[in-house]
């Protein structure tokens, strides 16, 4: 019975020592996913800079401090990607995706991964599913980047359909309506790029890359008025822009 008693009260102390142990957890619990939050975001500063070694102390720091945390994954994918080890970024991206496997934002980011790596249909796949996503504020780009991903790879039918999928949710997009117009350019359909130009820029604010893809387009179709036209209005709106400096290069006289 003494035996037996003694064991009683060395669990007893044990599971009180387990309870007040259990007390203290949580706010220690909540401290390191807090310090995991500001060393991710330290991580992703010193990255945006550069500084890669200190991103990556950061960023291991923030992994010990909570690994269950799908943002600090996904951080770190985003950094090995960066520093060209490419097994590393896919597991971190993975590890992202069990974690939080309906995040559009982590879908766009691994599929940019996976079209970079050249594995084009995974990447569409993974635009795809952010841009159905009811939750992503931007599915144009998605369907944007599904577009430029496939055109990469040469495949234009496609790509044209990511194009127009883009503008059917955001008519304004000038990237996928800048995308389609060259793309008929580089295949010689010039009449059908100068209709997407002019149609865009009648019902949008024209751009500088925009306005040049029209110089190109016009003195491809022979239309020396046209190209003088729309190269004097890239330099008089946007006489800074990589685009007009561009202009000699066609040798283009806008006078």
Known sequence: M????????????????????????????????QAAVFNTELGVAYMQRGQLAIAKRKLDRALRENPNDANVHSARALLFERLGQPARANREFRAALELAPHNPDY???????????????????????????????????????????LRVAHHYRQAVKMFRMALAVSPDFEQAAWQLADLDFKRGRYPQAHALIKQFLTANSETPDMLLLAVKVARAQGDALGAQ???????????????????????????
């Not at 035996?3 to 390191?32: F, I, T």
């Open 2 to 33: 003494r035996g037996a008693r003694r064991w009683c009260v060395l669990l007893a102390g044990s599971l009180a020592a387990a309870l007040l142990a259990g007390c203290a957890n949580p706010q220690r619990v909540r401290d390191q996913h």
């Open 107 to 149: 879908e766009n980011d691994y599929a940019i991964y996976l079209c970079n790596a050249g594995r084009t249909q995974a990447g569409v796949k993974y635009f795809l599913a952010a841009a159905r996503n009811p939750l992503y504020l931007t599915p144009a780009d998605a369907y944007n980047n599904a577009g430029v991903c």
């Open 229 to 255: 036209l729309y190269a004097r209005r890239l330099q008089l709106d946007f006489p800074n822009s990589a685009e007009a400096h561009a202009l000699a290069a066609l040798g283009q006289n806008p006078g």
